[in-house]
């Protein structure tokens, strides 16, 4: 979920301008439906056909309808021209006859259509000011406004979306799902090393867990603290995966060895803690301070990304330090000591 102007702190002059003209003006986000006529049944639904016209007149009344709370603020398009110049010409409406069609046009001239109507008939636009409510609003009433469109004309025409307010949504949603595929594909491929550098799926699966682990309580966080998921909070999954994941194949690393030693599970991890553990809450401590003073930055992502980074970071050491010993010791406890790979003296 993202707004437009999200990332600017409140302050912003930007943001206080934007707040102002939305309350005295309405809103000011930009967006704009082009109309593609097509044909059907062989008749060609020209730009000023007058089935086409009233079609886009009832499209265009049932917009402010769509969307909760009030998204849309206004609209504009050649229905809105020809209604005010039949009107000026004592008319009510749209023009029916292509007599009266054609004084509205000279009485309007070209510059006034300019804007909402292409030049070779291809398209007619639909300028829309809408109210910044965010990335589920946007998506919610252009559902909407397709289905309504689709009730209205049919086959007769087809809609295509533009602006700046759609790009950026667009785009936004389009970061954020490829952060939470590229996690996917991260976890599945380190899954994957971990398997092959130790053999076992036992360990595979108890490595997995302790680093699933903290992105629940990142998650469970943000939806306390109130954090949307963005761009700035979605690339922590994938990022902190790959870091927290260092420590698990360290510690693995280290209990594999004592393993191999002949100890017992609970001795191995026991002598894993007080040898590799030392090292990791090290590294956790210093890798969540650092990403930590990206919380003193005036910019919001930056902000953001830096809380999330950091308890995630404390919650993985919690995770590799507590769980991951637990998850050894009750699942190898039935398992024997493998045999020495050397004799005691040669490993002292």
Known sequence: ESRVVDDLPPEAEVVRTRAAVDER???????????????????????????????????????????EPVYLSGSLSAADYLSLGARALGGTGLPESEQALAQTELLLGEEALRETVDSQGRFLRVQLRVYDRGTQATFAFLDAARLAFAEEFGARA??????????????????VENSMTSFTLDFVIVAFLVGLMFRSLRLTILAVIPNVFPLLC?????????????????????????????????????????????????AAVERTIRTTGRAMLFLAFVLASGFGVLTLSAFSP??????????????GIVGDLLLLPALLVLGESDAKADPPASPPEATA
């Open 25 to 67: 003006m309405g809103g000011n986000y930009p967006l704009t439906f082009l109309i593609h006529p097509t044909q059907v049944a062989g008749i060609s639904q020209r730009r000023w056909d007058p089935d086409l016209r009233a079609r886009l007149a009832r499209f265009q009344a049932r917009l402010p309808t769509l969307g």
């Open 218 to 266: 990142t998650l469970a966080f943000m939806g306390l603290a109130g954090i949307d998921l963005r761009i700035s909070s979605a690339i922590v999954f994938s990022v902190v995966f790959g870091i927290a994941v260092d420590d698990t194949v360290h510690f693995l690393a280290r209990y594999h060895e004592e393993r191999q030693r002949g100890l017992a599970p609970r």
């Open 158 to 175: 087809q809609l295509e979306v533009q602006g700046f307010t759609w790009l950026a949504h667009r785009t936004h949603h389009s970061v």
């Open 302 to 315: 930056n902000r953001v990304l830096g809380l999330l980074m950091a308890a995630t970071l404390l919650t």
